[in-house]
T-cell receptor, first 114, second 114 residues
Framework: NAGVTQTPKFQVLKTGQSMTLQCAQD?????MSWYRQDPGMGLRLIHY???????DQGEVPNGYNVSRSTTEDFPLRLLSAAPSQTSVYFC?????????????FGPGTRLTVT | AQSVTQLDSHVSVSEGTPVLLRCNYSSSYSPSLFWYVQHPNKGLQLLLK??????LVKGINGFEAEFKKSETSFHLTKPSAHMSDAAEYFCVVSDSGGYQKVTFGTGTKLQVIP
């Protein structure tokens, strides 16, 4: 199993550009989520999904879009990048049905917006 | 609403001395609690989890944590610090109900002095 994969690993964008961060998992997990990590703030939830076709907002959703057309994939779209979106982004997945299941994290995408 | 408070943003210990990383939580449901570790420029790895079984939970690399409902705490301990323990540690709470929303603490950076 590859686990949770994320592409790209690094990205530099100019203000106003759009892009999609890719996330895929091969563990048949229903629950997938996107976090951003900023110094001193831990990981903050952007969006999450509990299955194909079902998504919801997390703590910091503004400026980001998601969709979930398959169980495996959960892309994160930046509509018009801003310097405030410079961060490290982590995708995670877990089995749905109980809060006791741990999340599995991808390696992260380091995004810089200039 | 749920929340997690990690009481120390930085902890410094000498190699061979005990480690204590403090975490308090609040949750409307019976929570599951986790500790994750992140080494520099790496992804997140699960150390241990509490899921309403034994209140003393043992994890990897000699770490353990005790769930104390009366104190709403889930502190992480290790009897003897090793240089390889230097990392950032995150306490995480997950609700058992609803969509099992996951909330991260802001992290504690552990420094181990030789």
């Amino acid at each position: 199993n590859a686990g949770v994969t994320q592409t790209p690993k690094f990205q530099v964008l100019k203000t106003g550009q759009s892009m999609t961060l890719q996330c895929a998992q091969d563990m048949n997990h229903e629950y997938m989520s996107w976090y951003r990590q900023d110094p001193g703030m831990g990981l903050r939830l952007i969006h999450y999904s509990v299955g194909a076709g079902i998504t919801d907002q997390g703590e910091v959703p503004n400026g980001y879009n998601v969709s979930r057309s398959t169980t495996e994939d959960f892309p994160l779209r930046l509509l018009s990048a801003a310097p405030s979106q410079t961060s490290v982004y982590f995708c995670a997945s877990k089995t749905q049905g109980s809060g006791s299941y741990e999340q599995y994290f991808g390696p992260g995408t380091r995004l810089t917006v200039t | 609403a749920q929340s997690v408070t990690q009481l120390d943003s930085h902890v410094s210990v000498s190699e061979g001395t005990p480690v204590l990383l403090r975490c308090n939580y609040s949750s409307s449901y019976s929570p599951s609690l986790f500790w994750y570790v992140q080494h520099p420029n790496k992804g997140l790895q699960l150390l241990l989890k509490y899921t309403s079984a034994a209140t003393l939970v043992k994890g990897i690399n000699g770490f353990e944590a005790e769930f104390k409902k009366s104190e709403t705490s889930f502190h992480l301990t290790k009897p003897s610090a090793h240089m390889s323990d230097a990392a950032e540690y995150f306490c995480v709470v997950s609700d058992s109900g609803g969509y099992q929303k996951v909330t991260f603490g802001t992290g504690t950076k552990l420094q181990v002095i030789p």
